[in-house]
């Protein structure tokens, strides 16, 4: 009865431990970066994401990142007035975005409401 029990925790032991490292494997990879425009200036506000899944960040005010998730994976870039842009993920990256021209034209103002003269 000994053997039979000891069979059974060691059984639960080495399947909890391959459960573990499967977790702690899902996100072994940190990508992070600097993203800047055509003048080197910083980005403020671009967003980070991870192709393919809803994870993803924002960059900071000098335009740093910092993001979690799996090995080799693609990233994708966007702030308004760039271009998208997809670049597979590293660490200690730098990435430059393209003014979006196309996108200036598209500008539409609309106005509502009523205003007096002197106001």
Known sequence: MI????????????LSML????????????????????????VIGATVM??????GTATNVEGYF???????KVLVFSSVGYTTLEV???KGMTVVLKEDTELL???????YGQVK???
């Not at 053997?3 to 080495?14: D, E, I, Q, T, Y």
């Not at 991870?50 to 994870?55: A, D, H, L, Y």
């Not at 910092?66 to 080799?72: A, M």
């Open 19 to 42: 459960l573990l490292a499967g977790v702690g494997t899902a996100y072994a990879q940190t990508y992070s970066g600097h993203v800047l425009d055509e003048q080197g200036e910083a």
């Open 50 to 55: 991870i192709k393919g899944t809803g994870v």
């Open 88 to 90: 597979r993920g590293a």
């Open 3 to 14: 053997p039979n029990v000891m069979n059974r925790l060691f059984k639960m032991f080495a």
């Open 105 to 111: 034209d598209e500008l539409v103002v609309v106005g």
């Open 66 to 72: 910092s993001l979690d998730g799996e090995p080799g």
């Open 117 to 119: 003269k002197k106001d």
